[in-house]
């Protein structure tokens, strides 16, 4: 019971990660610290941006949870902890490394869940784009339309 437990625990806090993220995206990066985040949607070949103090916002009830629960005999704040950090491991590498190249690899893609989802965070830095805040879950029509792509490169009807 212990080992699934925590393994669900761990997912649990992996993938709810993508609703905080979400909320916090639209609402706070957005909203209220609009002047942390404003730099991130302006592309001037920084390597470093004010936004990446949400980076550090995020990863310290990671790290608290994961410190604290290690010292307890990894209990159950360890796997959240590590569910938390996983989830921003996951967001850096799609998020930073992928998407905005701050570490030049990876840049021709043939998967077809991360081009709908690269696609989808390309339309959220438009100009006056309102839209798309998730990080690693985009709105299906993206997904349908790279599916759509995909066929017609197969069928050799790309249009």
Known sequence: MGAFFNGFLLIAAFL???????FTHKYVM???????HKDHHIRDGRKCEWNDVFAVIFALPSFLLVFTGAGAGFDWRFYLGLGIALYGLAYFLFHDVLVHQRIPIL??????????TLAAHYDHHKPHAHYN????????KYYRMEWQRAKSVKTGKLQ
């Open 30 to 36: 957005h909203g209220f610290l609009w002047i942390l």
């Open 16 to 22: 709810f990660m993508e609703f905080v993220a979400w």
């Open 107 to 116: 840049n021709k893609l043939r998967n077809r869940y991360l081009r709908a």
């Open 133 to 140: 805040y998730g990080f690693l879950v985009a709105p299906w």
